[in-house]
């Protein structure tokens, strides 16, 4: 059984920074790609920002140029920092983990509130 465990959310205000980070245990081996979905109320989950096990990287046009995913190796942890906070980066954020084409892992999420 593969855990998922977040870290780093708050509340910040807007222009502000953050740092999500996602941790992993359990029987893992190594994953395909890594990243973070987020949640506001009222609106579909949103992908955030992935990053593969050779290291690519991609981003929702919203988040890019403020945003960075960030890895130590192909399983744990990973890192989201947040930059130049905006209202509309407030949701809750999950991380997630692709092990393969069929099973996916997720955090539980954390919450980041950003005031303007």
């Known amino acids: 059984q593969v855990r998922l465990v977040e870290s780093g959310g708050g509340l910040v205000q807007a222009g502000g920074s953050l740092r999500l980070s996602c941790a992993a245990s359990?029987?893992?081996?190594?994953?395909?790609?890594m990243g973070w979905y987020r949640q506001a109320p009222g609106k579909q989950r949103e992908l955030v920002a992935t990053i593969t096990s050779s290291g690519g990287t991609t981003y929702a046009d919203s988040v890019k140029g403020r945003f960075i995913i960030s890895r130590d190796n192909a399983k744990n942890p990973w890192s989201l920092q947040m930059n130049s906070l905006k209202p509309e980066d407030t949701a809750v954020y999950y991380c997630?983990?692709?092990?393969?084409?069929?099973?996916?892992?997720w955090g539980r999420g954390t919450q980041v509130t950003v005031s303007s």
């Open positions: 359990g029987s893992i081996f190594s994953f395909n790609a």
């Open positions: 997630y983990a692709k092990a393969n084409a069929f099973v996916t892992f």
